[in-house]
Nanobody, 118 residues
């Protein structure tokens, strides 16, 4: 069964840090480009970052220099290190297959909530 399960969210003050994780199962994780996407309340999904099978990364301008995406192919896990968090980073975060222009999910779980507030 194909699964993507996110964890690691929480509530932090502006300027704080969080590290998100996505546990993948049921497919050949190492062969896929993987992304993080987010959805803020009342807004559409926003692509955040992607990493390809060769560990090449790219980021949305809104998070460049603050967020770092990484993958652990041995553990089938995707990570997102988020530093210097801002209130506008508040959203539910999901991992997804694909890159910035073609990301997708077969089904949606709860994601992981990130709240940045003073």
């Amino acid at each position: 069964q194909v699964q993507l399960v996110e964890s690691g969210g929480g509530s932090v003050q502006p300027g704080g840090s969080l590290k998100l994780s996505c546990a993948a199962s049921g497919f050949t994780f190492r062969a896929y480009t993987m992304s993080w996407v987010r959805q803020a309340p009342g807004k559409e999904f926003e692509w955040v970052a992607a990493v390809d099978p060769r560990d090449n990364t790219n980021y949305a301008d809104s998070v460049k220099g603050r967020f770092t995406i990484s993958r652990d192919n041995a553990r089938h896990t995707l990570h997102l290190q988020m530093n210097s968090l801002k209130s506008e980073d508040t959203a539910v975060y999901f991992c997804a297959y694909g890159g910035n222009s073609n990301w997708y999910r077969h089904s949606w779980g709860q994601g992981t909530q990130v709240t940045v507030s003073s």
